[in-house]
């Protein structure tokens, strides 16, 4: 048989979800999916298309390469959000696929004529910039907390918020235990696609408000509350400081390695005792294994990981360049593996200025320590071995290595010693 494209002309087929929504809010950039009403998964292979879905039937189109799903009901038989029954038959109604989608602004279609289908109610929730979930099975999918909290992050610049009846099933379906039921990459999946949003601060600020960051990133949420001294942290709680480090974060970066680690460098404050408060002793090293068991439950890529275990440990060092002794300093370097990683001080510098700036009323602080630790690396690393054992030859033997490391340990320390002398005002 001859494969022709225009034979899916002899289905019902719409355009659906990111592509209309985004349209309507005159955004520019989503990918363009379609569904088919009325076909089944014969039809689609004669007419040339290739099939790519493993859990229920998705489509390429042999010459746009777009995606076409075959309109289908889902109905949960198990728990996480893969304990679903696909329907896809012929008989499946628009309306009906449209149903089973989360929220309503993703739930309007588009005819090949371009006649909007919004049978709930979308284009009025988008004009009044609204989440709200389609149907009461929305619950049955507990993926759609972090999606809701992911919306809300990335439309918050258009001023949406969650109806309050999605907000309250949020908090029903967080309470109900089946968030522990995710698939650790999913998870992480939706934080990435959050941290790297304009505001990912409102990702992690509806997750804690529902309940949901207390199983998903309990080490974030228990800062919520714990207090911080006013003379350094005017905004007190450090939850909040941390929501604000995070939005200087994406002020300075839009790495994610930047962000997560802004996220994650304050989780030991959240172990300090109460009676303790408002100090934090050694808070840098407690969030270590903290952060660890985090990234470890969340599969999270190293990168992120040893930045956010870095940025925990030396953030503070970086706070105070302008009193820290020469030796510290180089300690601080070669705990970050600098001199082989340079762009790993870069993304830490940016985690700690995001720190410094992360404070009610400080947002706009100068942060020179930043540039000071860089000027002693750069004049650390301008060191050249060869250079100098030329200057203080070393012996072959057992012990040569060692010989070259102290020389070039302490090679580094006097430079950083020069430097720190002609950059610090008071040095």
């Not at 039937?57 to 728990?79: D, I, N, Q």
């Not at 992120?304 to 300690?331: E, G, I, N, Y």
Request: proline share 6%; aromatic share 6%; glycine share 6%.
């Amino acid at each position: 048989m001859t494969t022709r494209p225009d034979d899916i002309n002899a289905f019902a087929t719409y355009l659906v979800g990111g592509a209309v929504r985004d349209t309507l809010l005159d955004i520019e950039g989503s990918d363009r999916d379609w569904v088919v009403v009325g076909a089944t998964p014969d039809a689609m292979l004669k007419a040339g298309f290739t099939p790519v879905g493993k859990d229920f039937p998705v489509f390429l189109h042999p010459v746009t390469k777009e995606e076409y799903a075959l309109a289908r009901t889902e109905r949960k038989s198990g728990t996480g959000y893969k304990g679903f029954t696909v329907y896809a038959t012929p008989d499946v109604t628009l309306e009906e696929d449209l149903q089973r989608r989360d929220l309503t602004i993703n739930a309007i279609a588009q005819d090949t004529d371009g006649n909007l289908i919004d049978p709930w109610g979308g284009v009025s929730d988008l004009n009044n910039r609204l989440l709200r979930h389609v149907s009461p099975a929305f619950a049955e999918d507990p993926l759609r907390v972090l999606r809701v909290a992911r919306f809300a992050a990335r439309f918050a610049g258009e001023g949406f918020t969650i109806a309050d009846e999605t907000r309250a099933l949020m908090e029903t379906m967080s309470a109900s235990g089946e968030l522990k039921a995710l698939v650790a990459e999913r998870v992480w999946r939706e934080f990435e696609k959050a941290l790297q949003s304009d505001q990912p601060q409102v990702f992690i600020e509806v997750l804690h408000d529902c309940g949901a960051l207390a199983t998903l990133l309990p080490e974030v949420d228990r800062l919520f509350g714990v207090p911080q001294p006013a003379q350094w942290h005017p905004e007190i709680d450090t939850g909040t400081h941390t929501l604000m480090s995070l939005q200087q974060a994406c002020l300075l970066s839009d790495d994610l390695a930047v962000r997560f680690a802004t996220l994650m460098h304050d989780v030991g404050k959240g172990l300090t005792p109460s009676k303790d408060w408002p100090q934090h002793i050694a808070h840098e090293h407690k969030g270590i294994p903290a952060i660890a068991d985090a990234c470890q439950r969340l599969r999270v890529p190293t990168e992120c990981a040893d930045l956010a275990r870095l940025s925990s440990q030396f953030h503070t060092h970086c706070h105070q360049m302008q009193v820290l002794k020469p030796a510290t300093v180089l300690k601080t370097l070669e705990g970050l593996d600098a001199f082989r990683r340079p762009q790993r001080l870069q993304k830490f510098l940016q985690v700690c200025e995001a720190d410094a700036r992360g404070r009610a009323g400080l947002e706009q602080q100068p942060y020179p320590q930043a540039n000071l630790l860089w000027q002693c690396f750069v004049a650390a690393d301008g060191i050249n071995v060869p250079t100098l054992l030329q200057q203080k030859p070393v012996t072959p033997g057992p012990d040569a290595g060692e010989k070259i490391r102290q020389m070039l340990h302490q090679a580094r320390l006097a430079q950083i010693r020069d430097t720190l002398s002609r950059l610090r005002p008071d040095s």
